[in-house]
């Protein structure tokens, strides 16, 4: 299990920061650690994987503790959703030097910024990376009295779940959703279609996760030109996105892709690479040096599933928690475990409105989801589902009584049956309490997080092991840069052209 979360990296007065990503904290291109996302202000923190969770957010504990002290006066921003957004041009797009690999990341950033608009690349979240123990599968496949190839059928139970995650993803923005409000300087001049909860804050009264609803980051535009990704099965998987990422799309296309003597997207295709089409769960391998992703899943299967759907909780300085992580590990094997048939177009559109409708509607005690061409109230729904995870939970919890799965698994049917005690509801609630909008209450979240930061006492030897990782990371960027290049748009034909 492993962690990617991302921080907004905000001056004092909570605007995105516009200072280069700091060199203390070592080369966003080659650190296997601290890196960037979209933006240059956009921080992402990467654990390496663990066998329990819990080692997992201990380093993402000891990442944000080495950052803090190096960061000046500047705050990473408690929440998923940004503020004091002052327009497109304030969002710095990431810089990962000269070298061809860092101009390929530089250049695929500008291409999003010109297709989806730079608002939508600042939201952060946090990802979940989970891959079931090897010694399971080969004692899973004699039980499914499996006779394929080991990787083809470790491959097929990892896109199983994945189907289940879509059918079942909702549940994760009702539980841990914690975006219900936002800045009104993220629309800035859009229309809203949203309710003000003060002059400077929108929201939606039952809203959990507005960053997984309509105004966060979507594949709309794809949608609309066919682009949708078949979980069938892997070669499925692979084929959809390949043909994505080779087929022109006419207003990409006017855009163009070198103008005026500069790359502004890496093609003019549906897709310019895997990462660009946006889903709640990605099945991964993990990649050679430049490697094509598809061409990874192709060569050697699935490795370990991403869940995307996690919302920074503002609650906790981490971002996310041990209680969270225990349920998410009983969700994922739960989904594993249970029949997923392959998804059709009819439950395609079931799982897309259900997703829709948690995000901006899962606290409204009316609500009613879709399944199976029938309606059932939300909150009926999840009790289901959570009450059938209870033999997984006790499974888990065998092994590591310790661990407390059957207990976050009590807590989250407690929020099932009581939305009020969703992190959304509080977040709303404290707001109200304290008369605050989103700005000042992300912004007190913000310090507070800083405070708890700086307090820790450090450990020598972490301090030491971070500083040695970030100097390495900078030689390994100057010894890459130092070598030959290719004329880029060589670089870029030989990437697509591996088969």
Not at 348 to 365: F, V
Not at 417 to 439: I, K, N, V, Y
Not at 479 to 498: C, K, M, N, T, V
């Amino acid at each position: 299990m492993g962690l990617e979360k991302e921080s907004l990296r905000v001056a004092p007065d909570g605007s995105i920061a516009q200072t280069p990503h700091p060199a203390a904290l070592g080369s966003a291109l080659t650190h296997p650690w601290i890196t960037t996302d979209y933006s240059e202000a956009l921080l992402e923190f990467i654990t390496p994987p663990f066998p329990d969770s819990l080692e997992a957010l201990r380093f993402l504990r000891d990442t944000q503790r080495f950052v803090y002290p190096r960061l000046g006066e500047e705050l990473l921003w408690a929440t998923s959703m940004p503020c004091v957004v002052s327009g497109e041009t304030s969002i710095p797009i990431a810089h990962y030097g000269n070298s061809n690999p860092g101009l390929m990341k530089t250049v695929y950033r500008r291409g999003l910024g010109h297709r989806y608009g730079r608002m939508m690349q600042v939201i952060a979240g946090v990802h979940f990376n989970y891959s079931v123990p090897e010694v399971f599968w080969p004692v899973y496949q004699a039980l499914e009295q499996d006779a394929r190839e080991p990787q083809a059928f470790i491959s097929a139970a990892y896109f199983g779940m994945t189907r289940n995650l879509q059918r079942y993803g909702w549940l994760v923005p009702y539980l841990f959703g914690a975006s219900p409000a936002v800045c009104t300087s993220f629309l800035g001049e859009q229309e809203a279609r949203l309710p003000k909860f003060d002059p400077h804050t929108y929201y939606e009264p039952f809203a959990t996760s507005l960053r997984m609803g309509d105004i966060g980051y979507q594949n709309s535009r794809e949608d609309k030109a066919g682009v949708k990704a078949n979980y069938d099965s892997l070669e499925a998987y692979v084929d959809s996105l390949s043909r994505a990422i080779e087929t022109p799309h006419p207003e990409y296309e006017k855009m163009g892709m070198v103008v005026n003597g500069v790359y502004e997207q890496l093609n003019a295709n549906l897709l310019q690479i895997e990462n660009e089409y946006y889903s709640t769960i990605r099945p991964k391998q993990i990649l050679e040096p430049l490697e094509k992703p598809t061409l990874a899943l192709k060569r050697r299967g699935v490795k370990y599933l991403e869940l995307r759907s996690l919302d920074v909780n503002a609650f906790d300085p981490l971002g996310i928690n041990e209680e969270q992580l225990r349920f998410l590990e009983t969700f994922l094997l739960f989904c594993l475990l249970q029949d997923s048939p392959a998804v059709s177009a009819a439950e395609r559109r079931e799982i897309d409105y259900n997703q829709n409708a948690a995000a901006h509607r899962g606290r409204d005690p009316g609500l009613r989801l879709q399944r199976q061409g029938r309606e059932v109230p939300l909150r009926d729904w999840a009790v289901e589902l959570l009450s059938a995870m209870e033999g997984v939970s006790e499974a888990l919890e065998a092994g590591h009584p310790e661990r407390g799965y059957r207990a976050s698994l009590a807590n989250q049917l407690e929020t099932a049956r009581d939305p009020d005690r969703t992190p959304s509801a509080r977040m709303l609630r404290e707001m109200r309490d304290t008369g605050e909008g989103f700005h000042a209450f992300a912004k007190r979240m913000s310090l507070k997080h800083q405070h708890y930061f700086k307090a820790l006492p450090e450990d020598p030897g972490i301090t030491a092991r971070f500083e040695a990782q970030a100097r390495q990371s900078l030689e390994t960027q100057r010894e890459l840069e130092a070598r030959p290049q290719a004329l880029f748009g060589e670089f870029l034909a030989e990437y697509f052209a591996q088969r």
